[in-house]
């Protein structure tokens, strides 16, 4: 079965940082790119970042350019989302998803995966 497992969620200060991990299970990794969605409560779902399969291209929304940084490693079946900086606006569910093809750009990176995980809950105190 093919599977996306989140970690690394929590509860942090504005200013502090998390790192959350995203294991995969049940496909050929190395052959997908991953991507990081986050949905707060009463807001659209927003394409936060994306890591190519092949030479591990890295796409980020303009909200968290400079501050989060997407990263994989294919020997641990795993994508790595460090955010630093965080504000309570970060507030979110972040959700790793797995697209077979290349990280959906068309769809601003929140649409358009083929596997999603269960997402982690990210809170941002003031």
């Known amino acids: 079965e093919m599977q996306l497992a989140e970690s690394g969620g929590g509860l942090v200060q504005a200013g502090g940082s998390l790192r959350l991990s995203c294991a995969a299970s049940?496909?050929?990794?190395?052959?997908?790119?991953i991507g990081w969605i986050r949905q707060a409560p009463g807001k659209e779902r927003e394409g936060v970042s994306c890591?190519?399969?092949?030479?591990?291209?890295?796409y980020y929304a303009d909200s968290v350019k400079g501050r989060f940084t997407i990263s994989r490693d294919n020997a641990k079946n795993t994508v790595y989302l460090q955010m630093n900086s965080l504000k309570p606006e970060d507030t979110a569910v972040y959700y790793c998803?797995?697209?077979?093809?290349?990280?959906?750009?068309?769809?601003?990176?929140?649409?358009?995966?083929?596997?999603w995980g269960q997402g982690t809950q990210v809170t941002v105190s003031s």
């Open positions: 890591i190519s399969s092949s030479i591990g291209s890295a």
């Open positions: 049940g496909f050929s990794f190395d052959d997908y790119a």
């Open positions: 998803a797995a697209d077979e093809l290349y990280c959906p750009i068309y769809t601003h990176l929140n649409d358009g995966y083929d596997i």
